[in-house]
Nanobody, 126 residues
Framework: DVQLVESGGDSVQAGGSLRLSCVAS????????LAWFRQAPGKEREGVAA???????TYADSVKGRFNISRDNALNTLALQMNSLSPEDTAMYYC????????????????????WGQGTQVTVTS
């Protein structure tokens, strides 16, 4: 079975930084595009950042210049470095791995991804 396990969520003050991690198991990791999504209460899940199997990266406009996604195929890990956090970044953050047959979808489209972690909470206070 495929498992994605996130960690690193916390409560921080505005302007602070956090680093989220996701460890994957049960899939041929290097073949898959991976992404971070987030969902705030009452809002739809939105794509934050994605990195495909060739290392191409896509960011949502709202996080460009502040967040950095990276992957380590040797360790089956995905990371999200988040800097200059604001209260608008408060959400549950999820890592996701794509369904290979859906990779024609845009990098930050939730429908591209089939495997999801349980989420890690990020809270930014002003």
């Amino acid at each position: 079975d495929v498992q994605l396990v996130e960690s690193g969520g916390d409560s921080v003050q505005a302007g602070g930084s956090l680093r989220l991690s996701c460890v994957a198991s049960g899939l041929t990791y290097y073949m898959y595009a991976l992404a971070w999504f987030r969902q705030a209460p009452g809002k739809e899940r939105e794509g934050v950042a994605a990195i495909d199997s060739d290392g191409r990266i896509t960011y949502a406009d709202s996080v460009k210049g502040r967040f950095n996604i990276s992957r380590d195929n040797a360790l089956n890990t995905l990371a999200l470095q988040m800097n200059s956090l604001s209260p608008e970044d408060t959400a549950m953050y999820y890592c996701a791995a794509e369904q290979l047959s859906r990779r024609f979808n845009p990098a930050l489209a939730p429908e591209r991804y089939i495997f999801w972690g349980q989420g890690t909470q990020v809270t930014v206070t002003s």
